[in-house]
């Protein structure tokens, strides 16, 4: 190993020892594994510290994310907007060195990580749309896409089932732009692997269609690690390096999991130090000739950059079309006027389920915007997510398809596509991509939901047989407490429409949108197409469907029950009671509208109930009595279910009474009106 | 195939198509594939069709949910408590055969299956469980337990990353008592298998550390299925035996996806009636030749359990100590007295992290109450989950443990732990599990846990890091929406305890429940015990922690939060305000109180404030004004986040003053008293 390189891995390492000691909290044990491996491997990868979102750039990913005081040092070093201050501040509150990696606050960090497995799913879904991308746009004279996904994950994440779910579905793609370093350091934090961990992790990947490599001497042997990568380039698979490493390499308590997650002590850091030709008086040190070495290496990329950005002019002169295409959605913008290509309906219109409906506009709206691609968990048939123009996004040697396909078939892999999605969406070139399965089984990927939320990343979930309505399938297919999970998730979108137009709404919010995740869940069964829905209306996530002067009560409802909440609506007129009726497709929308519209739609001094046949949990911020579901379904047929459920007219329209009664005399406040 | 084998399987078929066509609704295609393979697993099992909870019974899991209408047919024909009209009602509301076979629900069915993955992973927690009920009663010369399970599968389960995570640790732990049957079809429901599932299974397991066997025609070859079984039995290894089947046999559609999940059509099935010598205008014709074969295997069987039923009694003669302990857990009563050991304390004890607390419980009870059994996926030291003396689950061989340890290294897999969860439950004989992890992972088990409330599984949470109070790790750590998505699951008790009483209350009515799931929210930060807790008021799920007459406003809250409401009462005594604090650890325990007693905690007239560090969500139940964070939370140290969101006795007060003036002179109606 030459000096220089030595010396760069020393202060990697004491970078995040440093980090790890001042917060006094975090995980030094791999940082200190890895740093070889790190320092080895950025050097074989092209991107711009100056330029983050370059969208050939090679792509890195910490799947082991706790390990993050390794990146942040790495990306410190390499030039990125991350400062010696920033490192100084680990773990502190409002700085940008969180805990666990954050792909929207820090610049580098492609995919944010933590949750185990999470990282490695992700990175085939940064590999999946640099296929789909590259396929689409580049030609034999012009290359716009060529880069490569490189990712190092843990124990930890080879045991969780979404990576097993991304890594088997990334072997029957030939994802062979995706390079993974498995930190075979045998601990994690019960201890050794041998407790739960005995599999053959190697012979299970070749199983996927893995090519695998063996580097015995992670610790050192820098030069294994550029020849696998060279190797792993070479191959029409992914590839799965399997580098063994000793974790805390240096630490006094080196190879245990003492070092696993807490500082090391004082003399432990001050030996290591030492050993590494460091003053251990110095915290945060960095060499100036490691800053001058990472400082050539991030020119050299900076003039790669510099040639993509003459040959991306040399395309969008030869190849006007496309590259225009290409430009606007490099710049993040939709194709004007694609709105246009959203269905409208008028109550003229003939019931459908909403699913249907999906389809519909999905077959107007794919062909005018290409960027968004999508596909199912093995329910094609059912979640009516392919349109009959889509080609299968496949390898082309395997005849069912090739990579320019937009369909993708993501096999029963739940959790897999909700992280996978994840990733496509942090590939950038302006992707909208959507995933469908039954809206009970989102649930299964309740840890990749949460990080499309939490990390702004704007994917849609097209959540088909959303309710009992799915009928014989039964208890085990229905969503319960499905909906207020996801509503009660920060920056999600749950989208449940009640017709075509309000379809139309929901994908043009989900298409529209830049940072927020959307899940839009629609029916097996049909529905009528409402009078007084519009897009616009839908638009505002809530609206007056149904309006009457000085009402006695307003029913509102969302999906399937609207068109219920209509009909007890005029039942109720025939009884002398005039009930408005309000549609609520989206809760998250309609918090965010000015509260002089939301009091316009639900206003004080009319009781308020809602009708939704599932759990009333978090009905109650936006009406003062609940119709839901609060038990499991059933098996049967949907019309049985509803009427034995009494989510009839009759049943609405005798809750919508007594919530009359009940109110009655009282002074009513609206639910929105709030004391803080 | 001898004739009454023939005949036997041709019935199974019919039935199954009878009932699928009857419904017109179902999936034909598995139970007609599956039909040998189900008759020549079943010859081979013992199991008593009138004593279907025989704890020495052999498992039979229908992993493949969705071929339900196969294992109805096989418990009606083998004498369960299933009549030839229950399978007349199949998929019928209120019928005894659900779409999806429901374990609470039909005698014979032992788990709840349908949401793929969830069956094979069940039967890695059946064969654990028997393994370690065999290894603490089983003496050289009786043995108590040395039952099997089975298990069909098919390549959806197969896709599935839960499925993946429990067959790993099911190697890892060696489970030779576990046979599995992978029904290769090559057909899922986006059609072949080949559009997405290429990976080679065999080899998968076989990394896994399973025994592997190949049946090459699964449509006839029954003596091949029974050699298979006997090898299996002979191994060291849990066992995957690949069945290679025709989806849909006999169908004119048979081999493709067409008969997965739809109805035959008539002439279809009139061919196939035909085909195998049935008179095609009877339906649901049962041979009265196949009839009393069933019957003979299963007198023979009767003839098993009477023997094992002996040599109880003599276990119980000879070894009265365990022989007595053995049989109050079969009749499914904990240990008289086990309450004794549950710890109490005072305000004079020093604060602890309610998961220290849950660790001090554990040690007290579980020498006292055998059934117990847990572990955790990980995180052992963090959860605090595994007790002093407890000794590891584990094949003796490794020398880390043994079968008749009760700690179990479950890996970084959640969602197999939830499963495995279930099927220890469901093995019966009064285990009572529980499983640990970060809170905010227990998401990761959504599908699982899901099923646990479903199907009446008492198995329990050990969820630590229950909040922002987990600091450093930040938002991709901290549960914001988790507790509002499990409190709108039906059935399941969601705890959220605030001091050691509370941490008791919460593992009492864990360890009493016999068909409720919990999830025990527990903080990695040290509260204070509260003056006017204890095991009897938090065991009704809430109470009056601190009573005032005629108090100006009532805070309400759960765990961490309870002790800050309390410093905020006395903040607001000091400022003129009277406010009572309400302790609520459990919604669901106390929705199940009288009503005159929820009203006399949360009353009408007083306005209520409710405060948690999280989602609001669902709040608004017991409450009228919420204070919550509706946000995700962030990196820093927990006492910075705390102040940061300003849940503060200064924050709590403010809040609650603005809750005060919000309602001043209006009625005031408890949110408990509902209009219907």
Chains 1, 2 share one sequence.
């Not at 793609?173 to 350091?185: K, P, R, S, T, V």
């Not at 994908?507 to 940072?515: D, G, N, Q, R, V």
Request: with cysteine.
């Amino acid at each position: 190993m030459s000096d220089i390189n030595q010396l760069a891995i020393a202060t990697i390492r004491l970078l995040a020892v440093d980090a790890v000691a001042q917060a006094n909290s975090g995980h030094p044990g791999a940082p200190l594994g890895l740093a070889p491996a790190a320092h080895a491997v950025w050097k074989e990868m092209k991107f711009n510290p100056k330029n983050p979102s370059w969208i050939n750039r090679d792509r890195f990913v910490l799947s082991n994310g706790h390990a993050c005081a390794l990146l942040y040092a790495m990306l410190h070093l390499y030039g990125f907007d991350l400062s010696l201050e920033d490192l100084k501040q680990f773990r502190q509150l409002n700085s940008k060195t969180p805990g666990h990696p954050e792909a929207h606050e820090i610049p580098g960090v492609e995919v944010t990580t933590g949750p185990l497995g999470q990282g490695i799913s992700n990175a085939v879904g940064l590999a999946l749309a640099q296929k789909q991308f590259a396929a689409t746009y580049n030609k034999d004279d012009i290359t716009v896409s060529d880069n490569y996904t490189y990712v190092f994950l843990g124990d930890g994440c080879l045991q969780e089932g979404v990576a097993s779910e991304a890594s088997s579905l990334a072997g029957h793609l030939q994802l062979n732009n995706l390079i993974a370093f498995w930190d075979d350091n045998k601990i994690s934090i019960d201890g050794n692997t041998n407790v739960a961990f005995t599999e053959d992790v190697i012979e299970r990947y070749q199983a996927y269609g893995w090519h695998t490599i063996e580097v015995a001497d992670g610790d050192h042997d820098l030069d294994a690690i550029s020849r696998a990568i060279k190797e792993a380039k070479s191959v029409n698979k992914p590839t799965l390096v399997r580098l063994t490493t000793i974790i805390g390499y240096g630490s006094l308590a080196q190879g245990t999991h003492g070092v696993h997650g807490a500082p090391l002590k004082a003399d432990d850091i001050k030996q290591l130090k030492e050993k590494n030709g460091f003053d251990p008086s110095k915290t945060f040190h960095v060499p100036q000739e490691v800053y001058d070495y990472y400082n050539s290496l991030a020119a050299k990329n900076q003039e790669l950059e510099k040639e993509w950005n003459a040959s991306l002019e040399q395309y969008k002169s030869k190849y006007p079309e496309q590259g225009a295409e290409l430009a606007r959605r490099l710049n993040g913008e939709l194709p004007k006027d694609w709105e246009s290509a959203l269905p409208t309906y008028t109550p003229a219109d003939k019931p459908l389920a909403t699913r249907k409906l999906s389809e519909m506009l999905l077959s107007k709206v794919i062909p005018v915007v290409p960027e968004i691609i999508g596909g199912s968990a093995d329910l094609t048939g059912s979640n009516l997510t392919r349109t009959t123009d889509m080609v299968d996004f496949q390898n082309p040697s395997t005849g069912l398809g090739d990579y320019s396909g937009r369909y993708i078939r993501y096999g029963v892999r739940e959790h897999g596509m909700g992280a996978i999605m994840n990733g496509i969406a942090a590939f950038g070139a302006n992707y909208k991509n959507y995933g469908g399965t039954f809206l009970n089984f989102v649930s299964y990927a309740a840890g990749a939901v949460r990080l499309s939320a939490l990390s702004h990343m704007p994917v849609t979930w097209v959540a088909t047989h959303d309710s009992i309505g799915l009928g014989e399938d039964g208890p085990t297919h229905q969503p319960i407490e499905t909906l207020a999970h996801f509503r009660a998730t920060p920056n999600l979108s749950v989208w449940r429409p009640a017709d075509g137009n309000e379809v139309s709404a929901a994908y043009k919010s989900a298409i529209e949108s830049k940072t927020t995740p959307h899940i839009i869940a629609l029916t097996r069964q049909n529905l009528p197409q409402l009078e007084g829905s519009s897009i616009e209306a839908a638009g505002k996530g809530g609206y007056t469907l149904v309006s009457k002067d000085s009402p006695d009560v307003i029913i509102v409802a969302s999906g399937s029950e609207v068109s219920l909440a209509v009909d007890a609506s005029k039942k109720l007129e025939s009884e002398g009671f005039k009930a408005g009726v309000v549609s609520l497709p989206d809760f998250l929308t309609f918090d965010q509208q000015p509260q002089d519209y939301r009091l316009s739609v639900l206003p004080d001094g009319v009781p308020i109930v809602s009708v939704e046949v599932m759990s009333s949990f978090g009905w109650s911020n936006y009406s003062h009595q609940q119709f839901g579901l609060n038990r499991f379904g059933a098996s049967g047929k949907a019309e049985d279910l509803y009427k034995f459920f009494e989510f009839t007219p009759e049943g609405v329209a005798e809750r919508a009474v007594k919530t009359i009664q009940f109110y009655k005399g009282k002074p009513i406040t609206s639910p929105l009106n709030r004391a803080f």
